[in-house]
């Protein structure tokens, strides 16, 4: 498997203050690999680095120390910038900023009208696109009448429409609903299952970290946890003094086994419990 991202002793650091002292880094020493086809979400407090961290990855951003590879290629260097951009995709908070055009087909091929693309090849892949993100039948419709979740939903096609090998989204649940959130998580796990596209979820919402294959926690501008869910919700100590939240589930089999119950401390899902609890009722002999 290829290696999208590489980040060796990556640091960052915002321009000079007025009185022209360094500002304080803001990523420091990140070390990381990220392998094609994972799905990675971020967690971390309000002004751990998180957005810095997405910038970074395509480009928007450059490290003041260290390097970042984007598919092997540097992103300090300018010849770069097209290839990196074309590989990985951003996908921001607000819905409605990110909508461009008057029309569903319009919105989406925004991009690749921008890379160059022969409009038939547009015309395929506006189509594609909106497949994927199960919106083909608003196709006509006005992106400002839609729901979050769909506005969010055609702010990945227009990604897609460009064959990104990543994409990055950095807050993109934040302002929906739950149902808005539900539909944007079912088109990223198909997206990464169906087409091993990478996806790197940047979120703060706890049960969406559950989705995905690895977790990487950042604080005060460091990777400070990297692993499967289970191996980091069922750290709930440490995830709590990090100023985070563990899914509910987790909260409620922790304050199980503090009280002495005999539970796991890696249950996650509502499904997960269900099992565990059916489990103990039966051996009980119930
Ligand atoms: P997060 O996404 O985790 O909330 P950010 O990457 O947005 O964190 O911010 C990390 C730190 O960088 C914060 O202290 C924030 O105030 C600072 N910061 C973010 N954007 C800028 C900017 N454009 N100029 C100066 N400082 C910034």
């Not at 120390?65 to 290839?83: C, F, P, R, S």
Request: hydrophobic residues 40%; proline residues 4%.
């Amino acid at each position: 498997m290829d290696v999208i991202v590489k980040a060796s002793n990556v640091e960052f650091a915002y321009k000079k203050n007025n009185d022209n002292t360094p500002k304080a880094s803001v990523l420091r020493e990140v070390n990381t690999k990220i392998q094609e086809g994972e799905f990675v979400v971020v967690i971390g407090r309000n002004g751990s680095g998180k957005s810095t961290f997405a910038r970074l990855l395509n480009a928007i951003l450059v490290p003041t120390q260290g390097v970042l590879y984007i598919g092997g290629k540097k992103t300090t260097d300018e010849a770069n910038l097209w290839e990196i951009r074309t590989t990985v995709g951003m996908v921001f908070q607000n819905p409605d900023n990110q909508i461009i055009a008057t029309s569903v087909e319009e919105d989406v091929a925004f991009g690749p009208e921008n890379l160059g693309i022969p409009s038939e090849e547009i015309v395929n892949r506006v189509t594609e696109a909106l497949k994927s993100v199960g919106m083909e039948e608003q196709r006509n419709a006005s992106p400002h009448h839609l729901s979050g979740g769909q506005k969010q939903r055609v702010a990945i096609a227009g990604i897609l429409a460009m064959k990104p090998k990543c994409i990055v989204l950095d807050e993109a649940t934040s302002m929906l609903d739950p149902v808005g959130r539900k539909e944007v998580l079912k088109v990223l796990q198909d997206l990464n299952q169906k087409e091993n596209i990478t996806i790197i979820h940047i979120t703060h919402h706890m049960e969406e970290a559950v989705l995905a294959k690895r977790v990487l926690v950042i604080d005060e501008g460091e990777i400070v946890m990297d692993g499967k869910p289970h191996e980091i919700f069922s750290k709930v100590e440490e995830i709590k003094a990090l100023g985070l939240d563990v899914p509910q589930v987790a909260e409620l089999f922790h304050e199980l086994k503090k009280d002495g119950y005999n539970v796991p401390d890696n249950v996650l899902s509502v499904e997960e419990a269900a099992q565990c609890l059916v489990d103990m009722i039966t051996k009980a002999g119930y």
